[in-house]
């Protein structure tokens, strides 16, 4: 007992030596089922990690939780990347100080794929009728993938082998990894908004469940459901479908892609030589036609029998002939109908932004002459307000000076011209008078 006393410690030391004996383990990745997961009211993400015989706290740091590759759920099986092991001396607890998690084993990822492709199912997502109908001639064909990724040059170069003078909207974006959804929604916003393109393909190389997992996000497929615009989805094989194939038109590989979004130009000259075929064969039939008529004729001293059967078969080859260009003429109509239309639409919609921007010119230009035509009145007025003044100015009627005239009007400039008992008019700047003189007085020459 004395050599015990003579040898202790204090708890405060033995348990810094505990902690420092615990952080010289180091980091690992460790493997087990997470339970009851909880965040504290500072942030800080808290679980137990166990593989059914041993059990250990883990915590994850507020400033680390929201990077998590996997936000841990109860039951998860999961690999922790624990940074070190921790010894809480105040409490005397150990924690691992965990900076990752990310779901452990295919199986796990195939279990959680399988539940949402049942969920989606059951709302009605995965239901090919419910899926945009995919246009014949789009005008342009939006491609999301990977920037410089060999999904996005396989897919543009598909499309420009089977149609050449395709127009391809490219919309690079994160194609796998925990922002990989939220990118990929981004870029089918984007192309939303663009006025041509008619049909997204969502392009990605094959890997395994764990390289595709973004392409399983619930987020992902639901706006992919909600697009306004029909998505093609060129991700992983056919031995790998991650959840998004089943709520797009599915093509697993981006040749496969661009036959489902475009036409082959080879195939659409064949059939537009196949429906010119039978149009050039017309004239030969009619010629031909018109010998049997003229031998019909010429039957009528049978007595119109031969007339009559020749008839049936000429009327009976005329109304075959009109039916089968007819149905030519149909088909072609409803082919080609829609890119005539959309072309028209297109027209219009060109013409009207070209008036709008005349209309805004001529506004402007009639703006400019209104306030030409304001300052010519202004500067018009202000002359004349200036003549006035100067006309009034030379006007010495103003001052007080009369024009003496005589009666008939004409101007007095002399006295000479006066004697007394002349009568004559006054006139003032406002009015005029009669006056007769009494008395003239001739100023003294100088």
């Known amino acids: 007992?004395?050599?015990?006393?003579?040898?202790?410690?204090?708890?405060?030391?033995?348990?810094?030596?505990l902690s420092r004996a615990v952080r010289a383990v180091g980091g690992a990745v460790v493997e087990g089922e997470v339970q009851r997961?909880?965040?504290?009211?500072?942030?800080?993400?808290?679980?137990?990690?166990?593989?059914?015989?041993?059990?250990?706290?883990?915590k994850v740091f507020r400033s680390q939780a929201g990077g998590l590759d996997h936000q841990p759920r109860h039951g998860d099986l999961v690999q922790a990347r624990v940074e070190r092991p921790d010894f809480w001396t105040v409490a005397g607890k150990l924690d691992l100080i965990v900076t990752d998690i990310r779901l452990a084993g295919e199986g796990e990822l195939l279990r959680r794929r399988s539940e949402l492709l049942a969920r989606l199912r059951?709302?009605?997502?995965?239901?090919?009728d419910r899926r945009r109908p995919l246009p014949d001639f789009p005008r342009a064909v939006g491609v999301i993938a990977g920037r410089s990724s060999d999904g996005m040059s396989d897919v543009v170069r598909a499309l420009q082998d089977r149609f050449p003078p395709v127009y391809v909207v490219a919309c690079p974006a994160l194609v796998q990894g925990r922002s990989a959804p939220r990118d990929i929604i981004d870029a089918l916003a984007h192309m939303q908004e663009h006025?041509?393109?008619?049909?997204?393909?969502?392009?990605?190389?094959?890997?395994?469940?764990?390289?595709?997992?973004?392409?399983?996000?619930e987020r992902l497929c639901r706006a992919i459901f909600a697009c306004g615009l029909p998505v093609v989805t060129a991700v992983g094989h056919t031995d790998n479908t991650p959840v998004c194939n089943h709520v797009a038109h599915a093509a697993f590989t981006?040749?496969?892609?661009?036959?489902?979004v475009v036409p082959s130009l080879a195939e659409v000259r064949q059939q537009i030589q196949l429906a010119r075929q039978p149009l050039d064969a017309v004239p030969q039939r009619i010629d031909r036609l018109g010998e049997r008529l003229v031998a019909a004729r010429a039957a009528l001293g049978d007595g119109g029998t031969a007339l009559a059967r020749r008839g049936a078969d000429v009327a009976e080859q005329g109304r075959r002939l009109a039916v089968g260009i007819s149905r030519q003429l149909a088909d072609h109509q409803r082919d080609y109908g829609h890119a005539v239309?959309?072309?028209?639409?297109e027209s219009a919609a060109a013409t009207l932004r070209r008036l709008a921007r005349e209309e805004l010119e001529v506004r402007r230009a009639g703006d400019l002459v209104g306030e030409r035509v304001a300052r010519r009145l202004q500067d018009a007025e202000r002359d004349l307000r200036h003549a006035t003044t100067v006309i009034e100015a030379r006007d010495f009627r103003s001052r007080g000076y009369v024009l003496v005239a005589d009666a008939e009007g004409a101007p007095i400039p002399s006295v000479a011209?006066?004697?007394?008992g002349s009568r004559v008019r006054l006139r003032f700047r406002d009015g005029q008078a009669r006056a007769v003189v009494n008395d003239i007085e001739e100023d003294e020459p100088q």
Do not use: W
């Open 195 to 217: 006025p041509l393109v008619d049909v997204v393909v969502i392009a990605r190389g094959g890997g395994s469940v764990q390289d595709l997992v973004a392409f399983d996000d």
């Open 122 to 128: 059951a709302e009605g997502l995965c239901d090919p």
């Open 254 to 260: 981006p040749s496969r892609s661009a036959e489902l």
């Open 37 to 58: 997961p909880k965040t504290t009211g500072s942030g800080m993400l808290c679980f137990d990690l166990t593989d059914g015989d041993s059990k250990l706290a883990c």
């Open 1 to 17: 007992m004395e050599a015990a006393q003579a040898t202790a410690i204090t708890v405060t030391d033995y348990a810094t030596a």
């Open 341 to 345: 239309v959309r072309l028209a639409r």
């Open 417 to 420: 011209q006066l004697s007394p």
